[in-house]
Protein backbone atom coordinates (compact mmCIF):
# COMPACT_ATOMS: atom_id res chain seq x y z
CA UNK A 1 0.00 0.00 0.00
CA UNK A 2 1.98 2.38 -1.33
CA UNK A 3 0.48 5.57 0.77
CA UNK A 4 0.82 3.93 4.09
CA UNK A 5 3.69 4.61 6.31
CA UNK A 6 4.49 0.85 6.26
CA UNK A 7 3.90 0.17 2.88
CA UNK A 8 4.27 -3.72 3.05
CA UNK A 9 2.50 -6.03 4.89
CA UNK A 10 0.23 -8.88 5.77
CA UNK A 11 -3.34 -7.38 5.29
CA UNK A 12 -6.08 -8.77 7.27
CA UNK A 13 -9.56 -8.63 7.34
CA UNK A 14 -11.08 -8.16 10.97
CA UNK A 15 -14.79 -8.18 12.12
CA UNK A 16 -15.01 -6.85 16.05
CA UNK A 17 -17.42 -5.88 18.38
CA UNK A 18 -17.88 -2.12 19.19
CA UNK A 19 -15.11 -2.18 22.42
CA UNK A 20 -12.58 -3.55 19.64
CA UNK A 21 -12.68 -7.15 20.66
CA UNK A 22 -11.94 -9.22 17.39
CA UNK A 23 -14.43 -12.11 16.72
CA UNK A 24 -13.22 -13.42 13.27
CA UNK A 25 -9.93 -12.30 11.41
CA UNK A 26 -9.38 -13.31 7.93
CA UNK A 27 -6.10 -13.47 6.15
CA UNK A 28 -5.66 -11.94 2.31
CA UNK A 29 -3.93 -14.48 0.31
CA UNK A 30 -4.15 -13.01 -3.41
CA UNK A 31 -5.35 -15.01 -6.36
CA UNK A 32 -6.44 -18.76 -5.45
CA UNK A 33 -8.28 -17.59 -2.08
CA UNK A 34 -12.33 -18.52 -1.67
CA UNK A 35 -12.50 -14.74 -1.64
CA UNK A 36 -10.96 -13.55 -4.63
CA UNK A 37 -12.23 -12.45 -8.31
CA UNK A 38 -14.81 -10.60 -8.98
CA UNK A 39 -17.16 -9.22 -6.15
CA UNK A 40 -14.17 -9.32 -3.71
CA UNK A 41 -15.25 -6.91 -1.04
CA UNK A 42 -18.77 -8.62 -0.49
CA UNK A 43 -17.35 -12.05 -0.55
CA UNK A 44 -14.85 -10.92 2.53
CA UNK A 45 -17.92 -9.13 4.59
CA UNK A 46 -20.23 -12.40 4.04
CA UNK A 47 -17.12 -14.62 5.20
CA UNK A 48 -17.00 -12.29 7.95
CA UNK A 49 -20.08 -12.56 8.96
CA UNK A 50 -21.85 -15.65 8.09
CA UNK A 51 -22.05 -16.86 11.94
CA UNK A 52 -23.63 -13.26 12.50
CA UNK A 53 -26.60 -13.19 9.26
CA UNK A 54 -30.62 -13.48 10.14
CA UNK A 55 -29.41 -12.18 13.61
CA UNK A 56 -30.68 -8.70 13.57
CA UNK A 57 -27.28 -7.34 13.98
CA UNK A 58 -25.91 -3.70 13.11
CA UNK A 59 -22.65 -3.55 11.47
CA UNK A 60 -20.24 -0.94 10.88
CA UNK A 61 -18.33 -0.55 8.27
CA UNK A 62 -15.71 2.38 6.27
CA UNK A 63 -15.67 3.42 2.53
CA UNK A 64 -13.46 0.60 1.33
CA UNK A 65 -16.37 -2.00 1.60
CA UNK A 66 -19.83 -0.07 1.35
CA UNK A 67 -21.85 0.07 -0.98
CA UNK A 68 -25.89 0.23 -2.06
CA UNK A 69 -25.58 -3.16 -3.51
CA UNK A 70 -23.82 -4.92 -0.45
CA UNK A 71 -25.87 -3.15 1.95
CA UNK A 72 -29.14 -4.18 0.21
CA UNK A 73 -27.66 -7.98 0.57
CA UNK A 74 -27.40 -7.39 4.14
CA UNK A 75 -30.74 -6.00 4.51
CA UNK A 76 -32.09 -9.28 3.07
CA UNK A 77 -30.11 -11.22 5.90
CA UNK A 78 -32.26 -9.13 9.01
CA UNK A 79 -28.36 -7.52 9.27
CA UNK A 80 -28.12 -3.54 9.50
CA UNK A 81 -25.55 -1.66 7.94
CA UNK A 82 -24.01 1.96 8.71
CA UNK A 83 -21.14 3.21 7.02
CA UNK A 84 -19.27 6.04 4.87
CA UNK A 85 -19.78 5.63 0.83
CA UNK A 86 -17.36 6.38 -2.07
CA UNK A 87 -18.97 8.60 -4.04
CA UNK A 88 -17.70 6.10 -7.45
CA UNK A 89 -19.54 3.12 -6.12
CA UNK A 90 -21.99 1.61 -8.20
CA UNK A 91 -25.67 2.16 -7.44
CA UNK A 92 -24.88 5.53 -5.93
CA UNK A 93 -27.96 8.29 -5.93
CA UNK A 94 -26.19 11.17 -8.51
CA UNK A 95 -29.02 13.74 -6.99
CA UNK A 96 -26.72 13.28 -3.76
CA UNK A 97 -23.34 13.14 -5.04
CA UNK A 98 -23.71 16.04 -7.44
CA UNK A 99 -25.46 18.28 -4.91
CA UNK A 100 -24.02 21.42 -3.67
CA UNK A 101 -24.38 22.15 0.04
CA UNK A 102 -23.60 24.70 2.83
CA UNK A 103 -22.03 23.86 5.92
CA UNK A 104 -23.95 21.70 8.65
CA UNK A 105 -26.47 20.80 5.98
CA UNK A 106 -27.45 17.80 4.90
CA UNK A 107 -29.27 15.92 2.26
CA UNK A 108 -30.58 11.88 1.29
CA UNK A 109 -32.92 9.80 -0.43
CA UNK A 110 -34.12 6.50 -0.14
CA UNK A 111 -34.13 3.29 -1.94
CA UNK A 112 -35.28 0.04 -0.79
CA UNK A 113 -35.14 1.05 2.82
CA UNK A 114 -31.49 1.84 2.36
CA UNK A 115 -30.68 5.71 2.59
CA UNK A 116 -27.87 7.47 1.06
CA UNK A 117 -26.58 10.83 2.50
CA UNK A 118 -24.41 13.73 2.25
CA UNK A 119 -23.16 16.11 5.07
CA UNK A 120 -21.84 19.12 4.98
CA UNK A 121 -19.25 19.90 7.96
CA UNK A 122 -15.55 21.08 6.86
CA UNK A 123 -15.81 18.77 3.64
CA UNK A 124 -18.33 16.69 2.61
CA UNK A 125 -19.39 13.21 3.70
CA UNK A 126 -20.58 10.79 1.89
CA UNK A 127 -22.62 7.88 4.27
CA UNK A 128 -25.06 5.01 3.72
CA UNK A 129 -27.63 3.00 6.05
CA UNK A 130 -30.14 0.70 6.58
CA UNK A 131 -30.57 1.37 9.96
CA UNK A 132 -30.33 4.65 10.49
CA UNK A 133 -31.97 8.62 8.98
CA UNK A 134 -29.70 11.48 8.04
CA UNK A 135 -31.89 13.63 10.15
CA UNK A 136 -29.21 16.23 12.03
CA UNK A 137 -29.48 16.30 15.76
CA UNK A 138 -27.58 17.92 18.32
CA UNK A 139 -24.66 16.34 20.25
CA UNK A 140 -21.79 16.56 22.38
CA UNK A 141 -18.38 16.22 21.19
CA UNK A 142 -15.21 15.19 23.14
CA UNK A 143 -14.41 18.66 23.94
CA UNK A 144 -17.89 19.24 25.42
CA UNK A 145 -18.91 21.28 22.80
CA UNK A 146 -22.61 21.22 20.63
CA UNK A 147 -22.28 20.18 17.06
CA UNK A 148 -24.91 19.32 14.33
CA UNK A 149 -24.62 15.83 12.82
CA UNK A 150 -26.36 13.03 10.78
CA UNK A 151 -28.23 10.46 13.42
CA UNK A 152 -26.62 7.98 10.77
CA UNK A 153 -23.29 9.70 10.75
CA UNK A 154 -23.02 10.20 14.53
CA UNK A 155 -23.67 6.26 15.54
CA UNK A 156 -21.18 5.18 12.75
CA UNK A 157 -18.42 7.63 14.54
CA UNK A 158 -19.08 5.76 18.02
CA UNK A 159 -19.03 2.42 16.87
CA UNK A 160 -16.29 2.39 14.94
CA UNK A 161 -14.07 3.75 17.81
CA UNK A 162 -13.24 0.36 18.72
CA UNK A 163 -11.56 -0.97 15.97
CA UNK A 164 -9.27 2.20 15.73
CA UNK A 165 -8.81 2.03 19.74
CA UNK A 166 -7.47 -1.80 19.38
CA UNK A 167 -4.90 -0.87 16.33
CA UNK A 168 -3.94 1.91 18.19
CA UNK A 169 -3.31 -0.35 21.20
CA UNK A 170 -1.56 -2.69 19.70
CA UNK A 171 1.04 -0.55 17.81
CA UNK A 172 2.05 0.54 21.41
CA UNK A 173 3.33 -2.62 23.29
CA UNK A 174 3.72 -4.83 19.56
CA UNK A 175 6.63 -7.68 20.50
CA UNK A 176 7.31 -8.13 16.02
CA UNK A 177 10.04 -6.48 15.07
CA UNK A 178 11.43 -5.63 11.56
CA UNK A 179 13.82 -8.52 10.95
CA UNK A 180 11.21 -10.89 11.86
CA UNK A 181 9.87 -13.57 9.05
CA UNK A 182 6.51 -12.14 8.10
CA UNK A 183 5.16 -15.69 9.24
CA UNK A 184 6.50 -14.77 13.14
CA UNK A 185 4.89 -11.24 12.71
CA UNK A 186 1.52 -12.47 11.86
CA UNK A 187 1.93 -15.14 14.54
CA UNK A 188 2.61 -12.37 17.33
CA UNK A 189 -0.20 -9.68 15.64
CA UNK A 190 -2.92 -12.92 16.44
CA UNK A 191 -1.44 -13.65 20.03
CA UNK A 192 -1.19 -10.40 20.34
CA UNK A 193 -4.75 -9.64 19.13
CA UNK A 194 -5.86 -12.73 22.07
CA UNK A 195 -4.04 -10.92 24.46
CA UNK A 196 -6.34 -7.11 23.47
CA UNK A 197 -9.65 -9.49 23.58
CA UNK A 198 -8.69 -10.83 26.99
CA UNK A 199 -8.36 -7.63 28.71
CA UNK A 200 -11.28 -6.41 26.92
CA UNK A 201 -13.41 -9.57 28.71
CA UNK A 202 -12.05 -9.08 31.76
CA UNK A 203 -13.10 -5.45 32.09
CA UNK A 204 -16.92 -6.49 31.06
CA UNK A 205 -17.15 -9.93 32.92
CA UNK A 206 -14.56 -9.68 35.86
CA UNK A 207 -16.44 -9.74 39.37
CA UNK A 208 -13.53 -8.09 40.84
CA UNK A 209 -12.40 -4.74 38.23
CA UNK A 210 -9.13 -3.71 38.66
CA UNK A 211 -8.02 -0.53 37.11
CA UNK A 212 -4.98 -1.70 34.53
CA UNK A 213 -3.76 -0.03 31.69
CA UNK A 214 -3.30 -2.55 28.66
CA UNK A 215 0.92 -2.84 29.06
CA UNK A 216 0.14 -3.96 32.67
CA UNK A 217 -2.58 -6.17 31.95
CA UNK A 218 0.48 -7.83 29.54
CA UNK A 219 2.64 -7.98 32.67
CA UNK A 220 0.33 -9.38 35.05
CA UNK A 221 0.22 -12.46 32.25
CA UNK A 222 3.79 -13.16 32.16
CA UNK A 223 4.01 -12.96 36.07
CA UNK A 224 1.41 -15.98 36.54
CA UNK A 225 2.66 -17.51 33.36
CA UNK A 226 6.65 -17.58 34.88
CA UNK A 227 5.24 -18.26 38.40
CA UNK A 228 6.04 -16.97 41.31
CA UNK A 229 10.44 -17.39 42.12
CA UNK A 230 11.65 -20.52 43.42
CA UNK A 231 12.86 -20.30 46.93
CA UNK A 232 16.46 -22.14 47.00
CA UNK A 233 16.90 -22.25 50.54
CA UNK A 234 18.64 -25.82 51.42
CA UNK A 235 17.77 -28.50 53.84
CA UNK A 236 20.35 -30.22 55.74
CA UNK A 237 20.20 -33.45 53.80
CA UNK A 238 19.91 -31.33 50.66
CA UNK A 239 23.15 -29.87 51.23
CA UNK A 240 24.83 -32.89 51.75
CA UNK A 241 24.05 -33.75 48.27
CA UNK A 242 25.89 -30.58 46.60
CA UNK A 243 29.22 -31.52 46.53
CA UNK A 244 31.77 -30.19 43.74
CA UNK A 245 32.75 -32.58 41.45
CA UNK A 246 35.71 -32.48 38.84
CA UNK A 247 35.95 -32.81 35.44
CA UNK A 248 37.41 -35.64 33.32
CA UNK A 249 40.00 -34.43 30.58
CA UNK A 250 39.72 -34.89 27.30
CA UNK A 251 42.11 -36.99 25.19
CA UNK A 252 44.10 -34.27 24.82
CA UNK A 253 44.74 -33.93 28.30
CA UNK A 254 42.59 -30.78 28.63
CA UNK A 255 39.68 -29.43 30.79
CA UNK A 256 36.79 -27.33 29.71
CA UNK A 257 37.09 -25.04 32.48
CA UNK A 258 34.40 -22.02 33.04
CA UNK A 259 33.84 -18.92 34.62
CA UNK A 260 33.51 -18.89 38.51
CA UNK A 261 30.13 -18.28 39.32
CA UNK A 262 30.79 -16.57 42.55
CA UNK A 263 33.73 -14.34 40.61
CA UNK A 264 31.76 -13.53 37.78
CA UNK A 265 28.90 -11.69 40.44
CA UNK A 266 32.14 -9.33 41.05
CA UNK A 267 32.90 -9.23 36.95
CA UNK A 268 36.23 -11.13 37.45
CA UNK A 269 36.69 -13.91 34.87
CA UNK A 270 38.41 -16.71 37.74
CA UNK A 271 38.13 -20.10 35.57
CA UNK A 272 37.21 -23.44 37.65
CA UNK A 273 36.75 -26.90 36.63
CA UNK A 274 35.11 -28.19 39.58
CA UNK A 275 30.99 -28.17 39.09
CA UNK A 276 27.87 -28.50 41.42
CA UNK A 277 26.26 -31.70 39.59
CA UNK A 278 23.43 -31.45 42.36
CA UNK A 279 22.52 -27.40 41.00
CA UNK A 280 20.87 -26.50 37.15
CA UNK A 281 23.25 -26.32 34.81
CA UNK A 282 26.53 -27.68 36.61
CA UNK A 283 27.90 -24.51 37.73
CA UNK A 284 31.39 -23.96 37.87
CA UNK A 285 32.70 -22.90 41.48
CA UNK A 286 35.95 -22.53 42.92
CA UNK A 287 36.32 -24.62 46.51
CA UNK A 288 36.23 -23.10 49.31
CA UNK A 289 34.58 -19.51 49.82
CA UNK A 290 32.54 -19.52 46.13
CA UNK A 291 31.29 -23.16 46.97
CA UNK A 292 29.75 -21.71 50.80
CA UNK A 293 28.81 -18.41 49.05
CA UNK A 294 27.04 -20.10 46.51
CA UNK A 295 24.81 -22.59 47.95
CA UNK A 296 23.49 -20.11 51.20
CA UNK A 297 19.61 -19.65 51.15
CA UNK A 298 19.13 -16.70 48.98
CA UNK A 299 15.75 -16.46 46.98
CA UNK A 300 16.30 -16.67 42.93
Request: charged residues 30%; proline residues 3%; aromatic residues 12%.
Amino acid sequence: MADKKHKHGVKLYVVCESSGTALRIKVYTRSGDDISGKGHVDKVVFHLMKEFLNQGHSVFMDNYYSSFGLVSKLLQYKSYCTGTLRKTRKGNNLEVIKKKLTENKVISRFKNNVMIGKFKDKRDVLFISSEYKATLKEYENKYKRNILEPIAFHYYSNYMNGIDCKDQMLSYYSCSRKTFKWYIKLWIHLVETLVFNSINLYKTYSPIIRKLSFNDYRLEILKNLIGKPRDRRLTASERNDHLPGILPRNKNRKVNRKICREYYKEGKYKRSNYPCPACIGNPRLCLGECFKCYHQPTNV
